[in-house]
């Protein structure tokens, strides 16, 4: 997966693998990075192929307006999720549809003309390019895998995405792969083989979702933003933050989080982050001080939380609970 910059000239782009130092801090391990950069625009680029599948990760620090084209590495399937930031894409000149930030979209790219709109902010973008013969082998037992490739098949160009929720599981499996340093055959073996479950989830997700109905056509996007807290549990969320990165507005986000889970967004995050806090105490050798540290506190101050919460601090719930820990 590649952009480029249409109305941008030539010469205004420049490319490098010298990467400034302001942007050191969002490289990942898995690849080298590269460094597009325009007026407007500056794209921190980091690619790798693991046997025909393209892994790439894209980073967009974005000033003003931009219009970017967006265009595959393989021949099959494009799975593209938004991992930070939300934005407006034309797919093969249909009409405009939203990728939002917390969900994957399944789309078929090889053919057309496939323009992404960006607003000033930053982005950030997971995507995998996988084969034609990878598609042809899931379209064995998947209906969507069939539908996508008879589409590769087909002359009519690119339909819109298939989209879903990039759950907990699915999440870290990515998180994983950027984290991971495939300099190995072993190591490369083990990229590929999560690459797989990756494909292979969201496809079996989608073949179900008919069986999760939503309530009405927000109550996917308010699923999402949950999930997306769900996922982020190291920060306090920022309504104003959070409200922009799903293109709402904040009486939205909040009237509508009351409106479908009955909790406020801050009471929701706090709660999740206690709960995830019990299970890293029985179920991990991660110290008290680490656990705080992985949940974005200050040791003292979940401490704290924690009692205030459950009535009993943290050490002692890993001391009459059923523990994996090591004594501290």
């Known amino acids: 997966m590649?952009?480029?910059?249409?109305?941008?000239?030539?010469?205004?782009?420049s490319v490098t693998y010298d990467i400034p130092v302001q942007y050191k801090n969002y490289q990942?391990?898995?690849?080298?990075s590269q460094l597009i950069s325009t007026p407007l625009t500056v794209i921190l680029e980091q690619k790798i192929?693991?046997?025909?599948?393209?892994?790439?990760?894209?980073?967009?620090?974005?000033?003003?307006?931009?219009?970017?084209l967006l265009?595959?590495?393989?021949?099959?399937?494009?799975?593209?999720c938004m991992m930070q930031g939300s934005i407006d894409c034309r797919i093969n000149g249909r009409e405009r549809v939203r990728l939002y930030q917390g969900q994957y979209n399944l789309l078929q790219l090889h053919q057309g003309s496939h323009e992404i709109f960006?607003?000033?902010?930053?982005y950030a973008s997971w995507g995998v390019d996988s084969p034609y013969t990878l598609l042809e082998e899931m379209a064995t037992d998947s209906f969507h895998a069939k539908k996508l490739l008879h589409q590769t098949l087909s002359k009519d160009g690119a339909p819109k995405p298939l989209s879903g929720i990039t759950w907990n599981k699915l999440y870290q499996l990515i998180e994983d792969i950027n984290h991971s340093?495939?300099?190995k055959k072993i190591t490369e073996m083990q990229l590929f083989g999560k690459l797989l479950e990756i494909q292979a989830m969201v496809l079996e997700d989608l073949d179900t979702s008919g069986d999760r109905p939503y309530r009405d056509a927000n109550s996917q996007l308010f699923e999402t933003i949950k999930v997306y807290l769900s996922n982020h549990l190291d920060t306090r969320p920022d309504l104003a933050q959070l409200a922009r990165s799903f293109?709402?507005?904040?009486s939205k986000l909040k009237q509508g989080f009351k409106k479908y889970f009955m909790t406020t967004v801050w009471s929701y995050h706090h709660k999740q982050r206690m709960e995830r806090s019990m299970q890293l105490l029985l179920h991990t050798n991660k110290s008290v001080a680490n656990i705080a540290a992985?949940?974005?506190?200050?040791?003292?101050?979940?401490a704290r939380d924690f009692k205030k919460f459950f009535g009993y601090s943290p050490r002692s719930h890993r001391a009459n609970g059923v523990s994996y820990a090591t004594e501290e």
């Open 71 to 80: 265009q595959p590495d393989e021949t099959g399937a494009t799975l593209y």
């Open 181 to 183: 340093t495939p300099v």
């Open 2 to 13: 590649k952009y480029s910059f249409p109305d941008v000239p030539a010469h205004l782009v």
């Open 247 to 250: 293109c709402i507005s904040q």
């Open 49 to 68: 192929t693991v046997r025909g599948c393209v892994v790439s990760h894209h980073w967009m620090f974005v000033k003003g307006p931009v219009k970017l």
């Open 294 to 302: 992985d949940l974005g506190y200050m040791p003292t101050n979940f």
């Open 118 to 122: 960006l607003n000033p902010g930053l």
């Open 28 to 32: 990942y391990p898995f690849a080298q």
